[in-house]
């Protein structure tokens, strides 16, 4: 139920899942909206410090994950699936997690600059690293963008290829990510 | 014994160029940005409630005045404009980008001036061209004589402080932050090195 079997997914996986991708897409479109706000919204302000405390807890919940994902079984991939499809789908993955771990550091890099930790909502404070390198704000800034876009990309193609999966070839590969099999 | 002699002559030796140099070009000043006795300080109001103030960290320039002759002085200099500080990283980041100063495509400011007015006691204003965020208009800077003389340290040095104020629109800067916030006040002190 709770952990995952060498066919299935459990509940832990599942919710992590879909806490992460929610969370991953929010970010990514206050994000995108955020930095074009005028001074006087009444978001100008709000709406950084929702993006920064979301996405720490997200780190948070992403640390967990990984160690999760070292320690439980994992299932195997759909054996229906080519060596090719095992191949990419693996490797996708894998770059999800590193392109969300350095998006998140560097959004800490990047708020962190000056020595000022980040407000996690008012529940408590994230401490600053304080300025690692030169320019730090604006390189890590522009690191955050870019990759940023190349996550949301990633994500587009790892969610078509479920889709084609569950509509096309009518196999379970969607279905073992959204229910839990007793 | 002999070590100190040969320490005083070759000091002398060195330091001699440094006088003559000294008397032949007497009113050429150097502004102290190694020493960071020189500032360039700017602010904004914030809201209309209270004010955001910054300073710009890296500029060099050179001033050269007699001050009998104060209608004949002149300076110039160039600010990095990526060095602003206004002491919050996400904030100097904004201000670093194509909403406010645009320093990857204008990475230096300049201000030189044209003509001094001599106001008397210890009074002047220095006209100038003021090149900023691309765009270069005329800019009057008000500015007082503080005092010169010799330093401690076998140097000469004078210095000034001069104020200023000019509309951020006029420079072509983007972000709008409100009408409480359209000036930009600058407050400079320089101080000068004789060369
Ligand atoms: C996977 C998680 C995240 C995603 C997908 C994401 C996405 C984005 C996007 C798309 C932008 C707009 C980029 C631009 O157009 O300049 C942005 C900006 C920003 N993000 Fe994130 N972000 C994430 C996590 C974080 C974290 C953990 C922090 C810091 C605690 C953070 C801090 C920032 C800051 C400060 C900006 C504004 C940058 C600027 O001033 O240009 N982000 N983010």
Known sequence: ?182 | MKKHLIAAVMSSAMLAPMFVANTASAADYVIDTQGAHAFIQFKVSHLGYSFVMGRFNDFSGDFSFDASKMDQASINVDINTDSVDSNHAERDKHLRSPDFLNTAKFPKASFKSTSVEDKGDGKFVVNGDFTFNGVTKPLAIDAVMIGEGDDPWGGYRAGFTGTTHFAMKDYGIKMDLGPASANVELELVVEGIKK
């Open chain 1, 1 to 182: 139920m709770l952990n995952n079997s060498s066919t299935e997914y459990g509940l832990i996986t599942i919710f992590i899942h879909w806490i992460s991708a929610l969370a991953v897409l929010s970010l990514f479109a206050l994000g995108f909206w955020m930095v074009d706000l005028t001074y006087y919204s009444s978001w100008y302000k709000t709406a950084p410090d929702i993006h920064k405390s979301v996405g720490i807890l997200l780190l948070f919940l992403t640390t967990i994950r990984l160690l999760w994902r070292f320690w439980a079984t994992m299932p195997a991939p759909m054996p229906t699936h080519q060596q090719w499809e095992h191949q990419s789908a693996r490797w996708a993955h894998r770059i999800i997690y590193v392109l969300m771990l350095a998006i998140m550091v560097s959004g800490i890099l990047i708020s962190t600059a000056d020595g000022r930790g980040i407000w996690v909502f008012d529940w408590f404070q994230f401490p600053a690293v304080g300025e690692l390198f030169d320019d730090q704000a604006d390189i890590a800034g522009a690191f955050h963008q870019y990759a940023a876009y190349s996550l949301i990309g990633l994500v587009f193609i790892h969610a078509a290829g479920a889709l084609k999966h569950h509509f096309i070839d009518k196999d379970s590969t969607l279905t073992r990510m959204l229910r839990v099999k007793r």
